[in-house]
Nanobody, 119 residues
């Protein structure tokens, strides 16, 4: 399974970006997909996840109301619409996909896409 995430870039505070993630190389459908981010010198933290079985989402408090996660389970794709960006949103954003197959869990990560928000 390969995950390709894209859409990062440089944007001014208050601006918007949309990240995309696509999983390929499998006929299985991801159960959950999510975005994580890692700022310089800090640990990787959860930004948002989506569970395809019921469409439920989980969004970190730090981005709630500004970021929206969406996805298409049939295509194993996921998006993160980021609005009202702040300098503290600057980080490398990583896509994650979790597959549950025959009672086993498989997690995959994208290569990361840099988001830089200037003040």
């Amino acid at each position: 399974v390969q995950l390709v995430d894209s859409g990062g870039g440089l944007v001014q505070a208050g601006g918007s970006l949309k990240l995309s993630c696509a999983a390929s190389g499998t006929t299985f459908k991801a159960n959950t997909m999510g975005w994580y981010r890692q700022a310089p010198g800090k640990q990787r933290v959860l930004v948002a996840t989506i569970t395809f079985s019921d469409g439920s989402t989980n969004v970190a408090d730090s981005v709630k109301g500004r970021f929206t996660i969406s996805g298409d389970s049939a295509k194993n794709t996921m998006y993160l619409q980021m609005n009202s960006l702040k300098p503290e949103d600057t980080a490398v954003y990583y896509c994650n996909a979790a597959f549950r197959i025959l009672l086993r869990s498989y997690d995959y990560w994208g290569q990361g896409t840099q988001v830089t928000v200037s003040s």
